[in-house]
């Protein structure tokens, strides 16, 4: 039983163990509740109420298994980085599964005893924000303890005397593998544990056990795993932990291009815990070095949205060629789940170090401003009457909006043109830093790209790409 054929079987397999619950970041501790008491002690589980959250949330603690080897998992300590707890639950699904991976199932429950603490932020996690009930970082507060959350986490940490924690995050999509154009899909740190960051035996054990998962990662993600900064800070959970005497692992989940709602970086979270878990409960970090560590690429931010490269752009009388960095800010729609985007101009100038997810050569292409259509359009059903193909090939990117059976911020994603409310007869005709122009990219007379609000379309491939605004 190798680990390299394990990682290979979930990686095959997934769909077997995926939480059929979960299909976009967006949710909230009533979602998970019902999948936390379905889990039996017949399948092997543990579940003790920990405590409650500042706005009197349950907040619980699940262990598996009944080896010396104790190991704390905890994910959401930030309410808006969820991807590691949609991969808990698919792990659950996994040890409450019987199949041809029992073999490996055996050998971690026999000598592992794990402990989850999902969603330690609840209250963050319900109106999807970074810090608790009481406005502050959880992961600033290990020291004075203020949240209760914090104290919950604290004292599970010492009761059990962890000897390897799992510490999961969520990180920016602009992560990217050093100054590469790979994103940072999944970046990996064993925290300093004081300001000289020294690697005493505590620290040296999680930094070969990322060693191990970035051996296994990079089967499946070449390239496309960072390091994160080891600078010390004394005040957070990851570096505390490791001080106090539990070999701390940071996983944090990053961008993976056509994935915004980190579907297939949950599945990644999903293996890589696993194989470590394996790798801890065969001891099969111990072959790897500090050295194999250290040579994990660091991350950068050099990773935007969408890259036009050689726009030819006319200002002040002067005409010259430039690259553009569309950058997308995320908001949360009404009903508190769902999501829509803004897209602002990052940066103009020379970004040969910067990377898009998405790049578009301009050299050869006509730039101009999106139209407006000039016929009003009073209701959504008679917006999706019109051909948008031929709306676009003729440069429109945008419709003029009467209606009022629409009220929200942005536009159905099934309609992918901005609605501009009010007597526009233009969009926004400027390529300027935290602007959101609708650009045209035409060669010999012929529109081959539209960017509305910062998505690519093209008038004869038409997709359901992201969302336009209502101005």
Known sequence: MSRKEFVAALYQHYQRYKEPHFTHRRFKQADILPLITALSAEKGFTIELLGTSTEKRPIYHLQLGKGAT????????????????????DIFRFFSTSDELDPYRQVILENLSLHFVPMLNPDGAE?????????????????????PESRLLKNL?????????????????????????????ISVLAPAYNASKEVNPVRERAMCLIAAINEDLQTLIPHQVAKY???FEPRAFGDNMQKWGTST?????????????????RQLNFIAILSALYAIAQKEYEKYTVEQYYAIPDNRTQMRHLILRKVLLEQEGISYRTD????????????????YYQAVVDDIGDLSTLYGYQEIDCSSFQVSFGKVYPQEVYHLAQARKLDFSQLMAQGYTALRYKGQDWQEEYVPKDIPFNLLRGNHTRTEDVVS???????????????????????????????QLGNGLVR
């Open 157 to 185: 940490r010492d009761r059990l005397k962890a000897d390897f924690g799992f510490n999961l995050h969520d990180q920016s999509t602009r992560y990217s593998v050093h100054y590469t154009p790979f994103p940072a899909t």
């Open 70 to 89: 104790q190991v704390l998992l905890w994910s959401q300590m930030h309410g808006d980085e969820p991807t590691a707890t949609m991969a808990l639950f």
């Open 433 to 463: 830093i935290d602007k959101n122009p609708d650009l045209v990219l035409s060669q010999e007379g012929k529109v081959k790209y539209l960017i509305i609000n910062g998505f690519v379309h093209q008038p004869e491939k038409l997709t």
């Open 127 to 147: 109106v999807f924000k970074r810090r608790t009930a009481l406005n502050i970082d959880m992961n600033r507060d290990a020291l004075q303890l203020v949240n």
């Open 229 to 231: 900064s080891d600078e």
């Open 249 to 265: 692992i940071l996983l944090e989940s990053g961008g993976y291009p056509n994935d915004p709602e980190k579907m297939f970086v």
């Open 324 to 339: 553009i960095a569309f950058e997308l800010r995320e908001h949360t729609c009404s009903d508190g789940r769902s999501v």
